[in-house]
């Protein structure tokens, strides 16, 4: 079985939206059997929180299910995860400080961007807008991981 745990800073917003899009597209393929999904934050800001209302809504306006509570990144995911992808280069770098005797592949997500858009941008200060947009970048960049890695 393959594994990806998506990881942004705080869970709440990106990492989750990923995790629920990969599920879906899974689902689509008949390849969720073979796949674990997951999500993380490297920050603890919202443990056992559940997305952020824009992420729900904007999932849910795609229908898309999303079903998750924040977590923290730990070093077992290391383990455990064949995939860790980032958000951004910030959320990257925190995860390269966790990584010594792991075989996990640790990337970007945007690295698998058809459109060549590296970081998929924090959306919580912004608007609802903003979600949509990370939406769609998402979308295109799981497909395209699925693509490469299914």
Known sequence: MASVLFVCLGNICRSPMAEAILAEQLRQRGLNNDW??????????????APDPRTIA????H?????SRARQVISKDFMRFDHILA??????????R??????THVALLGDYDPDGEREVGDPYYGGD?????IY???YRSCEAFLDAEA
């Open 136 to 138: 769609h970048h998402i």
């Open 58 to 61: 904007t999932c849910k306006q």
């Open 129 to 133: 807008d903003g979600f949509e947009k």
């Open 36 to 49: 674990s999904v997951d999500s993380a934050g490297t920050s603890a800001w919202h443990i056992n929180e």
């Open 98 to 103: 966790f990584k010594q005797f792991a075989k």
């Open 87 to 96: 958000m951004d280069d910030s959320n990257l770098d925190n995860l390269r």
């Open 63 to 67: 229908k898309i299910p999303i079903d």
